[in-house]
């Protein structure tokens, strides 16, 4: 099958309970969404679960199966909460083994910082068969196990370890969005944007209100794979609003 | 059972294309991951599903019946990707109605704002036997049909409706939290952590690192729903620290 002809999925799975806790506001979710997007391949499904192996592993082995990736971002630090290495272990069946370079990674990185104890070599065990994923922030590395990718939960640790992984996995088409606003309160204009979509396949439009100094209006965004249909679509979008009398601003307001 | 002497729990169901495409940030989870700690109510899943009919019936139904309560946000509003409550309605098996409250709500709204429209006359549209939750922002109320709690997707909208509900749902004992922070390395002090936990049943104890001028630090978040309980544990886990050589800031760093 060619890569460019059929689309590429991600799942994505946060594991902290300071996230539940409403301690942490999350970052991950529009980071990897975005990342995603450059890569091709779309995220269609987020979960957050707490630090509880069996609610880990339960949401790994749904997950895994429906998408062609699952990332999962927290727990894989040092302390007793960090349990993602061992509970996705437990959802493949494989055993938890130190990575030798995994270990003299953090060695050198603790050379200067106190040395490796236990808690710190908890960071060097990975599920058999795992490869690393650089971590250009701290110690601790990531850890690909075939279409896992087992990331940091820290947004700015999590940003490195993409950067490292940026073009390495195959992807299709990007996804092209291009955005067209309007002084148009969206309940005005909602057959002609479900009309929009419905005359152009492979198009979905999204409509995204907003109220501003006392005036109500809307971006509309037109996503699609291919980048001409995006904005052959956009463009009739403009002109439909224009002739309902509501000047389109290109690229949004 | 006495309400106090159990968890409560919810599950949240977030709606939309756009946190998966990563063009919105979602602030929906920690705002009412908080407002749910008030109400003595645990978040214990979030899900984030796209504009899909059968994705959003898939995860209602595998969350409703986990926790005691699910809410979820978005998709409630005029246009034709606001399809929440027709999959909602799919869902529990019953038939989608005009709710004669809701359609008054929304012609007083928008009697000042152009009239009553097809567009926004679906935004009355409730499952059967729902009642409506007010929106004090904007026209379209949220809608509460058993334990199902469906809100706005937009953040501010979503606040109003929360706003209307506090206090009237039954929930157990708020989650207490109690900080301690200290420039300690988390790898350092993960087994005094882990101890502290374990000998304190009842307690979770989060870690959570930071880097600031060039040294490292941590909060560590002690919660119980026993507030003397985790005060003490927070003590307990200050005078650990500081015998360990890390002076323990009360409250956090």
């Known amino acids: 099958m060619n890569s460019e002809s059929r689309t590429w999925t991600a799942a994505l799975l946060i594991i902290g309970d300071e996230i539940l806790s409403g301690r942490t506001q999350d970052k991950n979710v529009a980071q990897i969404a975005s990342w995603l997007n450059v890569q091709g391949i779309r995220l269609t499904e987020v979960r957050v679960v707490p ?31 960090d349990i993602t290495v061992d509970a996705i272990a437990v959802a493949i069946g494989v055993p938890v083994v130190v990575h030798p370079d995994a270990r003299a990674a953090l060695e050198r990185y603790y050379e200067t910082r106190g040395g490796l104890n236990d808690a710190r070599l908890r960071m060097a065990r990975v599920p058999e068969g795992a490869e690393l994923i650089a971590n250009p922030v701290s110690g601790a590395p990531g850890i690909r196990l075939g279409s896992i990718f087992i990331l940091a939960g820290v947004p700015h640790i999590t940003a490195g370890m993409l950067a ?56 509309f965004v037109v996503r699609a794979e291919d980048a001409d249909l995006a904005q052959q679509t956009a463009d009739l979008l403009a002109a439909s609003l224009e002739s309902a009398g509501y000047p389109a601003v290109p690229g949004g307001i």
Chains 1, 2 share one sequence.
């Open 51 to 81: 630090d509880v192996e069996e609610r880990i592993v339960a949401a790994v082995n749904d997950l895994r199966g429906a998408s062609d990736y699952l990332f999962t971002t927290g727990g894989i630090g040092p302390t007793h909460d």
């Open 164 to 219: 490292g992984l940026t073009g390495q996995i195959e992807g299709g088409r990007p996804i092209v969005s291009v955005t067209v606003g309007a002084m148009a309160p969206e309940s005005e204009v909602a057959d002609l944007l479900r009309e929009t979509e419905r005359a152009n396949a492979g198009v979905s439009i999204g409509s995204y209100p907003f109220f501003r100094e006392g005036r109500v209006g809307a971006n």
